[in-house]
């Protein structure tokens, strides 16, 4: 469970981000590695678009790289002050940039219709089913015509009948289960238990949407427990031209940052 509380608790009080959460790009070597060879390819035919809205920036580890693909304006909104004063002290030189703090649920401050891309990488995912429905529901009303969502989130609830059969087994097999790479050595509390790629599509689909794609992908575990949904209106072209929901099952998810790292070592990139 990851109340809103308790992310204001984690990220605005108790967090340490003195690496400004490019830590959590260890896996890919470096955020920069993590950008060019996972989520830019993830969303290089979306942009770039007018008008980007962030949600939960945290420090700006995606923010830095959205600048510049945000041709008219980019709008980040974070639950946590010290993180929107961290963004706007990071790019304080950049004048096409909007900044808001709110409640965890509420996107009142975006007008209508006025967003060409919405993006959340790596914050989501701790958004329980509750406030995901209201954000979904909102940036329905947001997007513009043709607008476009890449929102990242928690698949976590998909698991919950296999945590229970694994609970159930003896010590020892679970034991032999981890020592062999195929059962979780983390318990990942911080991933919203109630959330589901399915769930994300109901709500989706009732606020007007077309979801276009789902990526269910694992995180430094063997279960799928995080989800990438792409989605659009249902009547813009973009979702006629898509047709029924792609989904994509990728356990390589981060089989593929490991070979991103090694890859961007060669260059010494960083
Ligand atoms: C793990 S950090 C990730 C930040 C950034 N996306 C990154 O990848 O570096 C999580 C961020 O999400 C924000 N956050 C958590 N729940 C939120 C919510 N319901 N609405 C808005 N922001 C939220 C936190 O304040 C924090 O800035």
Partial sequence: MATIDENIAMWGRDYDWSQHGDEWSDSWGSAAAQWYFSLLPRIRDLV???????????????????RALATEKLTVVDLNERC?????ERF????HMEYHVNDGRSLAMIPDGTIDLVF????????ESDVMQEYVQQIARKLTQEGVGVIHHSNMGELDGYRTRIAALPFFVRKFLRATGRLDTIDHQWRARTMTAAKFATVAQAAGLAVLSQELHNWHSV???????????????????NGPTRVFRNADF????EQARRIAALAGAR
């Fill in 120 to 127: 959340s990488f790596d914050s989501l995912v701790h958004a």
């Fill in 48 to 66: 770039p678009a007018p008008r980007v809205l962030e949600i939960a920036p945290g420090y700006g580890r995606w923010t830095h790289y959205l």
């Fill in 84 to 88: 929107i004063a961290a963004c706007k």
């Fill in 223 to 241: 279960g799928l427990i995080d989800a990438i949904s792409v989605f659009a209106l249902r009547d813009s072209q973009r979702a006629r031209a």
């Fill in 254 to 257: 981060m089989r593929d940052a």
């Fill in 92 to 95: 304080a030189g950049d004048t």
